[in-house]
């Protein structure tokens, strides 16, 4: 019986996906939903660059009226004749096609087309933004748990040593060449490495569930990782943040839409000339009175020219606030591109940091390993005490906690550099 459940939860591991990052990154993109209103604003923004919502086509406007009465008639003329009924039915129809097109306006239509396109463009990079951050949250996510089950399987190491210790501790005490104090401290310290591998396997499920909420499914969708947590040996350059950064090259664009928007005021200053071109029909009949039918059509063309003379001051007003509004934009370019570059500059040092923390670890675990297995053999051979095979224990344990934490820190860094950098995605 107990060999056959070992089977089922063997065949039930086995069959539980194994996610790369690359996996997770593809899964994010499509299902997460900050990514999907990104896209959704995005596409509003495409959707409004267009010439016509920048006021350049014309307008062409068609309407019908068909009007019925019913009137009681008492009408004098000069020439004596005069006209009294009751009852009178009368039908007017009137219909009209009219094309209205502003051939100039200052050329304010062409400063809006420029704003509409770089608001389009900003939606596109608010998009990518959006998407490396949500990247960037999903790799040191997934490599979160990835460093939770390497610190689990030194804890288990830890247990197998413990175990160990235990059974030498026991048959010392059977043939009386150590007391029950030893047993018992080592009794002890196995369940509290058991009690640390419940509470690491508890870390683990919890960052999977926050894996998982990233990618916008169930928390308890089963899947595994990898074993290991790779890194470029170099820090990545920044080449150009103005030209990478997205943050930047938005900020840069919101400079580009102030100027545009102080041309904007500034037609106001000039006339406007709106050409109007149309079509109307007219038709009108009543069975009493001084015109029983009148009918008219035909087409008609002019033009209408608007000329700015005084309007209390406002279009100077609204050009200085334009002009403000400039300063402004390009103030927050350059705060913008000096917090960039303090991001930059404090990730680099957090990943260079890292990097010989790590190199440091990476002995200090070689060293600990190589002391706790010459403790554990002089406990076997009693030429040491308890006390300092538990301390060897404990030093290669927390030697494997600070490696992998420096693993998880160099990943999270050089993210962090990627990121602003513009590298996350293509």
């Keep these: 019986m107990l060999l056959f459940i070992g089977v089922v939860l063997s065949v039930q591991l086995f069959a539980q996906e194994t996610m790369t990052v690359d996996q997770a ?90 704003k509409l396109k770089r608001l389009d463009q900003i939606g596109e990079l608010q998009l990518k933004d959006e998407m490396q951050q949500v990247v960037a949250n999903v790799i040191v996510a997934y490599y979160n748990v990835v460093a939770a089950k390497q610190q689990l399987k030194a804890i288990n190491d830890a247990i197998a040593i413990s175990e160990e210790r235990v059974k030498l501790a026991d048959t010392k005490f059977q043939v009386g060449s150590s007391s029950k104090v030893d047993l018992l401290q080592a009794k002890v310290d196995l369940n509290e490495q058991k009690s640390n591998a419940l509470n690491q396997q508890k870390a683990i499920d919890q960052r999977k569930a926050e894996l998982n909420n990233l990618l916008a499914r169930n928390v308890d969708t089963e899947f595994e990782v990898s074993d290991s947590i790779p890194f470029s040996k170099e820090a990545p350059v920044a080449n150009d943040l103005d030209t990478k950064n997205f943050q930047l090259q938005m900020a840069a664009k919101n400079v580009e839409i102030a100027k545009f928007e102080k041309k904007e005021a500034f037609s106001q200053f000039l006339p406007a000339l709106v050409g109007n071109l149309g079509y109307g029909y007219s038709r009108s009949q009543s069975t009493a009175g001084f015109s029983l039918y009148n009918q008219s059509y035909g087409f008609n063309a002019g033009f209408s020219l608007n000329i700015p003379l005084f309007n209390g001051l406002n279009t100077i ?51 600990a390993d190589e002391n706790q297995k010459i403790a554990l053999e002089r406990f076997r051979l009693a030429e040491s005490t308890a006390i300092e095979l538990r301390e060897a224990q404990n030093s290669y344990s927390d030697a494997l906690i600070r490696l992998v934490a420096a693993r998880i820190a160099t990943k999270t860094a050089e993210t962090e550099l990627m990121r602003l950098n513009g590298e996350l995605i293509k």
């Design 25 to 114: 990154i593809e899964t994010v993109l499509k299902n997460n939903y900050d990514v999907q209103i990104a896209k959704n604003v995005a596409e509003i923004a495409h959707r409004n660059n267009t010439v016509g919502n920048a006021g350049m086509l014309p307008k062409v406007n068609a309407t019908v009226a068909d009007n019925f009465t019913l009137n009681n008639i008492n009408q004098k003329y000069t020439n004596g004749t005069e006209i009294k009924n009751n009852n009178v039915n009368g039908n007017a129809i009137n219909a009209a096609a009219a094309l209205n097109w502003t051939l100039f306006d200052g050329l304010k239509m062409f400063a809006t087309k420029g």
């Design 317 to 367: 007003r609204q050009n200085k606030i334009a002009s403000i509004q400039i300063l402004n934009s390009q103030f927050t370019l350059e705060k913008t591109r000096f917090q960039t570059k303090l991001n930059y500059y404090k990730a680099l040092k957090d990943f260079e940091s890292a990097k010989e923390m790590l190199t440091l670890e990476n002995e200090n675990i070689t060293l």
